[in-house]
């Protein structure tokens, strides 16, 4: 039986994206003790990510280093992915759970004749190939699955795993097999880039912390209480569709049923009553903290810890605190 | 410009979730199917660019057995498709998403010209997000995901759309033919009008034999299917005065959930 692992780097800046650090993890759990895990990165400046897989020990790598890879598509690897997945006999394809990795696990299963699977929070080795469990309906439920027929592809839920760590090695750069890219597969191409819209704060989707507002900010100008509470916590903002609604706040940061699911380590959710429609967007967090005058408001149902009580005194408190405890 | 939308049903949000007797999959007993979320909204953005691109026609293609199926379709047909094919399957609710991608392909391909392939992001039920992916793999079509904005400048004959992701907004052009994954979600997208909601009932559907679930070596088999423990309710914090309050959440946070920095 195989014991190879192959793990798809994504980029961050010159090194690897915290994602693929958390697919090394679960990629060493699924090759075991005895199992090689095996690296692959596409791109100009790919060497410089394939040193980033030796930093955590992950010393060989498969490298496509050819500059078309870095306007196309994540779907455009598909083929060089699986190319190299059966060149190296590997039983599974790892990717993380951004939206690199998610956009690539169908095509990459399909040309490899595997099964497959996202956002997977559980990966265990069995003899007819890999099961995975994963939250299903916005969290309200979980599956397990088996993925047979000897290959599986599948991303991690980010945050469901730490990120691997070194000892660094020795980098075992190889070249990619098969990775003349397809004509078909390049044309759609990326023009251009811009940072997150709204300052510093990291994206909604991969956030570790997330802290939402609601209607009970009263305003465009209440709602800035929630976007400070956010800045002291390094988190991204959220919002209920209430607020998206009133135009307070774009709809790009709506959380819930009609907007993005999303599942930090840290959910603050501020002034929302807890409305279904919002609470399938965030209920597999891991804390949820809720803060809320009314205190029968559903919110209080799924939410760990909670602060009943006026927001405009609450807030600005814990925005206090959270600054001294982090010493800024 | 030849549209095709992949419609899945998925069961109405406000049913009751419980797995089935087996504990392996939901129970679908007396659940309905619906077009839903990303799907509705996939159908609004085909909707908008027939109108932007004249000549344009919008095809909803949905897999499944016609019980779930035929549902949807006529819901797409209702809010204005102009015709509607049903790739049955035996699957369950929640199947092998790579067995739907190949049996969408296959539906797809016999239906007849596609310039435009559309997706939701995902899906409300099984959150698989990759049957857009693997539809377009199977058919040798481009494909991105995370897509918003999306446009036809037909002096150029080329998409423009942007895509959403982790670190903020990309800006992407391409010529047809095009698989999209949509991460678009409209608040209010249109609704069917009563005369069309009957039409859609008599209108004819398509059918296209997908085969069975199982046509694909390597299948993944769902084991168990489990509705987590009911949350206990929020521990109250009990507090004085808000300074109070706020460094007794912060000393939890850190000392019992173990979750701030
Ligand atoms: C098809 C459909 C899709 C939907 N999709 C979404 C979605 O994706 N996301 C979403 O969020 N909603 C969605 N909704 C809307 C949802 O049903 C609710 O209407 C919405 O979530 C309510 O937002 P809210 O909690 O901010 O407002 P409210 O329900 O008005 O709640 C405001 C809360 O603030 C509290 N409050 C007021 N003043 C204070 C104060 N001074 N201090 C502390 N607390 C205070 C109140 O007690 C109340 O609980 C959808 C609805 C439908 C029908
Ligand atoms: N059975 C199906 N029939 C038609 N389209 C589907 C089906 N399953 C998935 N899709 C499409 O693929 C998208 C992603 O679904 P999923 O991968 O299940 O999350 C959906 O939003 C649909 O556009």
New binding site residues.
């Given amino acids: 039986m195989s014991d190879v692992v192959l793990v798809v780097g994504e980029a961050d800046g010159d090194g690897l994206a915290e994602p693929t650090r958390e697919a090394v993890t679960v990629a060493r759990r699924l090759a075991g003790s005895q199992g090689t895990v095996l690296g692959f990165v596409a791109g100009r400046g790919a060497s410089g990510r394939a040193a980033g897989f030796a930093a955590i020990g992950v010393g060989q790598v498969v490298v496509a280093d050819d500059p078309r890879w870095d306007a196309a598509p994540p779907a455009a690897l598909a083929r060089p992915v699986a190319a190299a997945a059966s060149n190296a006999g590997a039983f599974a394809v790892v990717v993380g759970g951004s939206s690199f990795g998610r956009d690539l696990v169908g095509g990459v299963a399909v040309a490899l004749g595997a099964s497959a699977a996202n956002g997977v929070t559980e990966a265990e080795r069995i003899p007819e190939g890999v099961r995975v469990r994963r939250p299903v309906f916005g969290g309200r439920a979980t599956e397990e699955r088996r993925l047979e027929g000897g290959r599986a592809v599948l991303s991690v839920r980010p945050h469901a795993f730490p990120a691997a760590e070194g000892p660094p090695t020795s980098l075992r750069p190889e070249p990619a097999p098969n990775a003349e890219p397809a004509p078909a597969q390049l044309a759609p191409a990326r023009t251009a880039v811009a940072a997150a819209s709204r300052g510093a704060g990291p994206g909604l989707a991969d956030a570790a912390i997330v802290v939402s507002g609601g209607r009970g900010l009263r305003s465009p100008e209440g709602f800035r209480l929630v976007e400070e509470l956010a800045e002291a916590l390094g988190a991204a903002v959220g919002a209920s569709r209430a607020v998206t609604d009133a135009g307070w706040r774009p709809t790009s940061m709506q959380v819930g049923q009609t907007g993005r699911t999303v599942s930090p380590q840290l959910y603050i959710a501020v002034g929302i009553s807890g409305a279904i429609q919002h609470l399938v967007g965030m209920v597999s967090s891991r804390v949820i903290v809720a803060i809320n005058s009314d205190p029968s408001a559903p919110i209080f149902r799924v939410a760990d810890y909670g602060l009943a009580g006026d927001l405009f005194e609450l807030v600005p408190a814990l925005t206090a605190e959270v600054r001294r405890v982090r010493g800024s | 410009m030849e549209i095709v939308v ?3 049903p998925v069961p109405e949000a406000e049913s009751r979730l419980r797995a089935n007797a087996s504990g392996t999959a939901p129970d679908t007993d007396g659940v309905k199917f619906v077009l839903a979320g ?2 509705e909204s ?1 159908v609004e953005q085909a909707l908008l660019l027939r109108q932007a691109v004249p000549g344009s026609k919008v095809h909803a ?4 057995p016609p019980s779930r199926t035929d549902e949807v379709l006529r819901a797409a047909l209702a809010l204005g498709s102009d015709s509607a094919t049903a790739a049955e399957s035996d699957a369950p609710p929640m199947a092998d ?1 790579i067995a ?1 991608a190949r049996g ?1 392909a296959t539906a797809i391909a016999a239906r007849g010209p596609c310039d435009l392939l559309l ?5 409300g039920d ?7 992916g693997a539809t377009a793999e199977a058919l040798g079509l481009p494909f991105v995901g995370f897509v918003v904005d999306l446009r036809f400048d037909a002096a150029a004959s080329r998409l423009r759309f942007r895509r959403s992701v982790e670190r903020g907004e990309e800006s992407w052009e391409s010529p047809l033919p095009l698989a999209v994954g949509l991460q678009q979600a409209w608040n209010d997208p249109r609704t069917a009008t009563l005369p069309a909601i009957l039409r859609s009932r008599k209108a004819p559907l398509a059918r296209h034999a997908a085969g069975p679930g199982a046509a694909v070596a390597a299948a993944s088999v769902a084991e168990r299917f489990a509705l987590p423990p009911p949350r206990q309710g929020a521990k109250m914090i009990a507090y004085r005065d808000p300074q109070q309050a706020a460094s007794q959440l912060v000393r939890l946070l850190r000392e019992e959930a173990k979750v701030f920095p």
Avoid at chain 2, 61 to 64: D, E, K, N, T, W
Avoid at chain 2, 126 to 132: F, P, R
């Fill in positions: 992949c419609v899945k990303y799907d996939a293609v949905s897999l499944g998403p739907t969408l997706f939701g992001k995902q899906a099984d959150e698989e997000g990759l049957v857009g």
